[in-house]
């Protein structure tokens, strides 16, 4: 007698019961699966249309998400590890897979930089760069094919392209030449060096995906390009999104369906596997010393949680500390806003504090005269900092020395000058 339902205990009890449609016919369309597995005690069940293996999908509502030894951040990773498909980063699931052939050009993206590696070249007692040799490796190896890319997408029309999906492509290229950039110029430290050829690794592969995203795979989702005919060596996705798992099985692009148990009576999986375990398939899981702070606490499916590990990633480039290992120490009176500052961040507002910033400390008579008497205004010659721009200078002349304030506000930021001292009051 055929089966009529299938609970979660009995699917937790026998996993088997995944299979129990299977069948030897050929696989006719997206839906009829060649692997299967059991998760969360047989609340849901994952199969995959296309490929025969299962990564361990990255669930869970309080996952932490921190940077590992290896300056990357697990099977949290979007680089290393397949993700929930997020529609804000679609090309995720098209990011390269590591080449089996350590000759291929492309290994150095995946290349780990160790402590002493023969490949770092030491310049002084702190001072450590590359090898000129294996950062001509990334120039012609990496950066030159992508730039190709690149141009030929921007000259391609774009009459039905997602315009803020060029800026994403633009912007990934900004942060691949800057990189570069500082890995060519920039005095750095061990740690320093081995976190800025990680960056630059992510960001390449990035940009490689999301070229290749634009040019074919969303093109294949379109009926644009016909179906690929294979599967593609890319990462994959896992989803619950019937229609995203019909197209990516059109564009050869590795695919895990995630479903719940209650339809499980018609699902065909010819086969049941074990879950593929990140710390198996050499994904290092061991801790930085010290640790870093996470960057990210949540649920898996969060789509924030590529964005923080995008955002902590291309911060170093932008930071007075290239490596800042310690989170900043909380101000015990902060702005106060109104509504949250993601919401606020999202539909271009500004914050609305609700008092100063800036502790103010009282400045006496005394010191108040005798800034007054010495401030002077030299603009620093040399040819080792930038020349001091006129419109600044002439601000800075502007100031009327006799509403000097009382109070001064201590070292608690940066806060821009009024306006107004940029106008000149007679001509404009």
Same mark, same amino acid.
């Given at each position: ?30 839906f ?31 996952r ?33 897979c ?15 930089p ?8 030491t ?32 000259c ?15 912007? &990934?290229?900004n ?9 060519? =110029? $920039? +005095?750095?430290? *061990? !740690?320093?060096?081995? %976190? ?14 999301? &070229? ?11 009926? =644009? $390009? +016909?179906?690929? *005919? !294979?599967?593609?060596? %890319? ?18 692009i ?9 339809? $499980? ?149 940066y ?14």
């Open positions: 007698m055929p089966l009529q339902h299938i609970t979660a205990d009995e699917l937790s009890q026998n996993p088997e019961l995944l299979v129990h449609k299977k069948s030897v016919d050929p696989h006719s369309n997206e009829s699966n060649r692997v299967g597995a059991v998760l969360h005690y047989g609340r849901n069940f994952v199969a995959s249309p296309n490929v025969d293996y299962i990564p361990q999908p990255p669930l869970g509502a309080s932490e998400v921190y940077m590992r030894a290896d300056f990357r951040y697990a099977d949290d990773d979007y680089i290393y590890w397949p993700q929930t498909y997020y529609y804000h980063y679609p090309y995720l699931p098209a990011i390269r590591e080449p089996t052939n350590e000759q291929s050009p492309n290994s150095i993206l995946w290349w780990n160790e402590p002493a590696s023969p490949l770092f070249q310049t002084s007692s702190t001072i450590v760069c590359l090898k000129s040799s294996e950062v001509l490796k990334f120039e012609n190896d990496i950066i030159s094919p992508l730039k190709v890319k690149l141009d030929e997408y921007i391609r029309p774009h009459d039905k392209d997602p315009e803020n999906q060029k800026e994403a492509i633009l912007f &990934l290229w942060l691949v030449a800057n990189f570069l950039s500082r890995l060519k =110029t $920039l +005095p750095m430290s *061990e !740690k320093e060096l081995r %976190r800025c050829i990680r960056k630059l690794q992510r960001f390449a592969l990035e940009l490689e995906a999301a &070229l290749y995203w634009e040019n074919v795979i969303r093109r294949r989702f379109s009926g =644009t $390009l +016909p179906p690929a *005919e !294979k599967v593609e060596c %890319r990462l994959g996705c896992f989803t619950r999104d019937p229609n995203l798992v019909t197209n990516c099985v059109k564009a050869g590795p695919v895990w369906h995630i479903q719940d148990v209650n339809v $499980l009576i018609g699902i065909r999986i010819d086969k049941r596997v074990d879950l593929l375990l990140p710390s198996a398939s050499g994904i290092v899981m061991d801790e930085m010393q010290p640790k870093v702070p996470a960057v990210f606490k949540g649920p898996g499916s969060d789509p924030q949680r590529p964005t923080n590990i995008h955002i902590a990633s291309r911060v170093a480039l932008h930071s007075g500390d290239v490596f800042p290992w310690t989170v900043a120490p909380r101000r015990v009176d902060p702005p106060v806003a109104g509504k949250d500052i993601n919401t606020l961040v999202k539909h271009n507002h500004g914050i609305n504090v609700n008092y100063h910033p800036y502790r103010a400390i009282a400045v006496s008579s005394d010191q108040r005269k005798s800034i007054k008497n010495n401030l002077q205004i030299v603009p620093p010659l040399s040819q080792h900092i930038p020349t001091p721009q006129p419109a600044w200078l002439s601000a800075l002349q502007s100031i009327d020395i006799e509403w000097f304030p009382h109070a001064l506000p201590d070292d608690r930021g806060a821009f000058p009024p306006p107004y001292l940029f106008y000149d009051k007679v001509k404009d």
